[in-house]
């Protein structure tokens, strides 16, 4: 068993949450205002991507650059991991690939202090993706820990690139944002992805 295994059903089950929905979790963050650079990238590439219709393209031409962006504009304090091996803890499930780490921490070279699991739905179904989210979450959490920088609030989000829904783990509290962002709210977007790298305990 490894993260995409999980539905929210059987994480929420398996890691004994408690599971919340229903709450606008991010409506006080700012938005922010888009680069020339990223609205350029994307004015380019998400046509393509959406003609070429499949994860990967989605992956590569609109959600890592988003999360470039957001690691820019830390001005590289953070971290960005794609396709990273995570085995945390194997007999649990807690391993895999994840398609997305950001880190609090501007070391490239190897992961420390992961706080944001970005995952990407599988054939353009957001509730699909969130029990793998929600695992890698976990995973971090646990990661943290035993790291010595925890307990910490974990944040997530699903995407098919064009759609975004963010979540937060916090102990065992899940929180399940009722709100869903589209490209034309990209200043939201990188609002929330710059709140939860920034966000302090």
Known sequence: MSYVDFTLESAYTAFGLE????????????EVSVSPLLKE??????????????????????????????????NHQI???????????????????????????????FLQVPVMAVVEAKNDNIKGGLGQCVAEMVAARIFNERSGY??????????T??????????????RVDQAEYYLDRL???????????????
């Not at 925890?150 to 995407?159: E, R």
């Not at 690139?161 to 899940?174: E, H, I, N, R, Y």
Request: some cysteine; charged content about 20%.
């Open 150 to 159: 925890g307990p910490s609030t974990v944040f997530g989000a699903v995407t």
């Open 41 to 74: 990238t994307l004015d380019e590439y998400v046509p393509l991507a959406t003609a070429i219709h499949t994860e990967k393209a989605r992956s590569e031409f609109i959600v890592a650059p988003i999360l470039a962006e957001v690691r820019k504009r830390s």
């Open 79 to 109: 971290s960005l991991f794609s396709g990273i091996a995570f085995d945390v803890d194997k007999d649990r499930g807690l391993s895999g690939y994840c398609d997305f780490l950001l880190s609090r921490s501007p070391v490239q070279l």
């Open 161 to 174: 690139g064009s759609v975004w829904k963010f979540l937060t783990l916090d102990g065992p509290a899940v």
């Open 187 to 201: 200043g939201k977007i990188l609002g929330i992805l710059m709140h939860c790298v920034e966000a302090t305990d």
């Open 19 to 30: 599971l919340t929905e229903g709450d606008n979790l991010f409506a006080d963050v700012q």
